[in-house]
């Protein structure tokens, strides 16, 4: 079964950083084994923000340091469910093919993946992800944003609420 787009999506306005933090610490209590996370937007646009603030929630550890994938690509963690979670970020991935080598199958059918720039994946996306794009309002960095739900497959179907409200 494949993701089903939203129609209309979801929109939710994220007045500042902390609305952004508190919407990722929900997604994170969310996550289970097999989850996949797709995050899009531009530069800025929160993206990393949002996947600390999950993983921040998913591990049960506010003060957690995670640094940027943006060097090395994918950064791992083992939730305390006995899962890993990937945070994958493929700004540097130019073609598809690329993002074979990282081995993210398994990752996707076995951990849960927070995946910045999920474009890099061409049509290895998988099947069953919750697809959220950020957009940067005007004005400062830690200003506002929008965070709208594009696509939910099905395991998420029964989480927006608890997610989203």
Known sequence: MTDAALS???EIALPDLAATRAL????GRALRPGDAVLLTGDLGAGKSELARAA?????GDPELAVPSPTFTLVQ?????????????????IEDPEEAVELDLEEAFAD???LVEWPDRLGA???AD?????LTMGEGEADGPRRLSVVQAGP???DRLAEVFG
């Open 124 to 126: 290895r996306r998988p």
């Open 155 to 157: 395991s998420w179907r």
């Open 129 to 133: 992800s919750l697809s959220l794009t």
């Open 76 to 92: 791992s963690y083992d939730a305390p469910g006995g899962f890993e979670i990937l945070h994958v970020d493929l700004y540097r």
């Open 111 to 113: 951990g849960a993946c």
């Open 8 to 10: 209309p999506p979801i």
């Open 24 to 27: 990722g610490a929900r997604l």
């Open 55 to 59: 993983l921040r929630a998913a591990l």
